[in-house]
């Protein structure tokens, strides 16, 4: 029998969901009222919930330097009163996390691993991990932490699109999640009630210009671009705050038995969609 799945958060990712979920829904109401929160719950009666609303600034991540009470409302009140109110009724829930917590190198080869402490810097990254360090010990509570999504089709928020409109894009490795693996993984996860953190990032690693090579490739042969260091970012004025930079390791996620596949693989795929829906 499919699964009722309830996504809360009408944006980028929670619109995706509920359209690429079978049976999913989405919801709009406000994650920090309780009340609110509870009417949905009661007149959708999910199976699992899924939270992909929160604060992630507009046009970036610097918003929430200056709107930080906004931010933590959204990202650590809304995240534990949605929390709280599918424990209530028993139902599980899937908070979608960020991999932005993380900055540099891990203390291990291999990448961050889910359960290694974080050291996040700008004050969005700093929501996140507060919400997780509560969520990850909750029965039927899982965290599913994405990176840098790549969708197959332009949006402002997808990856491809973004570092394509910048004339200086950094020269940095990173994890990163492919859209349409995201949700097999959602879907994954929901069906097994899986508890605790996962890393929902692709094997492998990319390099923002292995992403702009394929862009080039398929896309756009006239693209241009200048690499910088991650350092010149904000030298330059390009960025308030640092922005993370990191590995992740995905072990859980596939001792799960859930499968992303590889990111040269999964890349290729998201940029020859992504093409033929520009082409459109
Ligand atoms: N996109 C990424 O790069 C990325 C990476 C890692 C993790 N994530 C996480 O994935 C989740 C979804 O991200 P996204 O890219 O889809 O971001 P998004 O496009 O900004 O979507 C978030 C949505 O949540 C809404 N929202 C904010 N506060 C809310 C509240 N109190 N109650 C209900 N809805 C509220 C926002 O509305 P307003 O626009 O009106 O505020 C927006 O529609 C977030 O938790 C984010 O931290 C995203």
């Known amino acids: 029998m499919t699964m009722k799945t309830l996504v809360f958060g009408a944006g980028f990712v929670g619109t995706r969901l509920a359209r690429d979920l079978s049976g999913a829904t989405l919801s709009r109401a406000d994650i920090t009222d309780r009340a609110a929160v509870r009417d949905e719950l009661a007149r959708h009666a999910p199976d699992a919930v899924v939270n992909a609303a929160g604060k992630t600034g507009k046009p970036n991540v610097d918003w929430c330097e200056t709107h930080q009470h906004e931010t933590y409302r959204a990202n650590v009140n809304g995240a534990l009163t949605l929390a709280d109110a599918c424990g209530e009724r028993g139902v599980y829930l899937l908070h979608l996390g960020s991999g932005c917590i993380f900055y540099g190198d891990s203390p291990a080869e291999g990448g961050w691993r889910e359960d290694d402490y974080a050291n996040p810097s700008a004050f969005y990254s700093r929501t996140k991990y507060a919400a997780d360090l509560v969520l990850s010990r909750l029965p039927n509570v899982g965290v599913a932490r994405l990176r840098m999504p790549i969708d197959d089709s332009p949006s402002p928020r997808n990856l491809i699109t973004k570092l394509a409109a910048y004339p200086s894009v950094v020269d940095v490795e990173n994890s990163v999640t492919v859209v349409a693996d995201l949700v097999a993984a959602v879907a994954g996860l929901c069906e097994r009630r899986a508890a605790g953190v996962f890393h929902v990032t692709n094997p492998g690693t990319m390099r923002h210009r292995d992403l ?15 690499l910088i260091t991650a350092e010149d970012l904000v030298a330059r004025g390009l960025a308030a705050k640092a922005r993370s930079n990191c590995v992740l390791s995905s072990e859980r996620l596939a001792a799960a038995g859930v499968t992303m596949r590889p990111i040269d693989v999964a890349l290729r795929d998201a940029m020859e969609r992504y093409a033929r829906a520009a082409r459109a």
């Open 212 to 226: 702009l090579a394929l862009y080039t490739e398929l896309v756009d042969p006239s693209h241009r671009y200048e």
